[in-house]
């Protein structure tokens, strides 16, 4: 879809980008056929989009896949994207939901909870005593099976996200979304420049940019430019986290000190012992001047290991 397309789809409709929502629609047909290409669908492929918005990057996923499940927080797209489940009827479903609040597994295989699917106007029907989150799911041909995630949200939520799907029980095969520039080199940074983020994302998979995406591919052009992140998930866990809840306390609290050196960091932020920082550090092999972008993921998995509850 080109930019007056857009424009005329937008105007028809009585539709404006809502900034809040960060509504930047891509209109580069080679970007938009760049992103299915890289997520590599498959007719036996369920996939999962979220921000769908008018549709433009969903028929693209819909020409390729088994299945495409959408899911859309801006009600006022309902309409767009209901004429486009006219066209495929078999093979399309889409929810009005915020997908920070969906619970990503109730979508996969959940047997519990229910959809009203013949009410249009109640698109999610919740028993709210049960359930805080809506209940979206796949068609129950495609729950407990692989899936693949394709986004182009707002990117202030892309971390969340990225958390989300990596510790979600059922993770998907692999994710392909759009984000900022800066973010996807930081996500696909090597030990010496690794941040929580990037570490996250590494430990479940590999991470790869396709190629950037100039701002003026986009209307409204955000301010910054784009790349198509890749990120394929490894099918067994590559790292033994031991405990992943302390895993990621060790981590998160010592990137709270990011300038400061790493013994420093032990000592303040985990209220460890001195004498017990110096032991682990020289069992561990890291030297206590190390800042903690600078430590390989192997090495926090060492060190959050030795450090006692
Ligand atoms: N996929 C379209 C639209 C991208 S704009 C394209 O590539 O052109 C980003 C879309 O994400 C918008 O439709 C916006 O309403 C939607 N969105 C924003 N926050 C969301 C959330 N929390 N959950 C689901 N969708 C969201």
């Avoid at 991470?207 to 100039?214: A, C, D, G, Q």
């Amino acid at each position: 879809m080109d930019i007056n397309r857009l424009k005329n789809v937008l105007a028809r409709n009585g539709l404006r980008p809502n900034f809040t929502y960060g509504q930047n629609f891509l209109v580069d047909e080679n970007a938009l056929d760049d992103i299915v290409k890289a997520a590599g669908i498959k007719k036996s492929d369920a996939v999962l989009e979220i921000g769908p918005g008018i549709g433009n990057l969903t028929e693209k996923l819909l020409q390729r896949a088994g299945f495409v499940l959408s899911i859309e927080k801006d009600p006022k797209f309902y309409p767009l994207l209901r004429a486009l489940k006219k066209n495929h009827r078999e093979n399309f479903r889409f929810e009005i939901a915020d997908a920070l609040e969906v619970d990503f597994l109730e979508i996969l295989n959940n047997q519990s909870g229910y959809i009203d699917y013949r009410n249009p106007d109640l698109q999610i029907a919740t028993d709210p005593s049960v359930r805080k989150h809506p209940q979206i799911r796949m068609p129950s041909a495609y729950q407990g099976r692989d899936y693949k995630v394709v986004a182009n949200i707002p990117y202030y939520i892309t971390g969340k996200i990225l958390q989300t799907l990596l510790n979600a029980k059922i993770k998907p095969q692999s994710i392909t979304i759009l984000t900022q520039k800066e973010v996807a080199e930081n996500i696909i940074a090597k030990a010496g420049d690794l941040s929580v983020l990037a570490i996250s994302v590494q430990l479940y998979g590999r991470p790869k940019i396709i190629r950037t995406v100039p701002a003026d591919s986009f209307y409204p052009a955000p301010k910054v430019d784009s790349a198509i992140l890749q990120i394929d998930l490894y099918k067994k866990p590559k790292y033994d986290l031991g405990d992943e809840k302390k895993f990621f306390r060790v981590l998160k609290s010592c990137f709270a000190g990011k300038r400061k050196q790493i013994h420093n960091t032990l000592q303040n932020n985990l209220r460890l012992p001195k004498e017990q920082v110096e032991k682990i550090l020289s069992e561990t092999k890291i030297s206590p001047a190390s800042r903690p972008q600078e430590l390989a993921i192997e090495q926090w998995i060492e060190l959050a290991k030795k450090i006692k509850d």
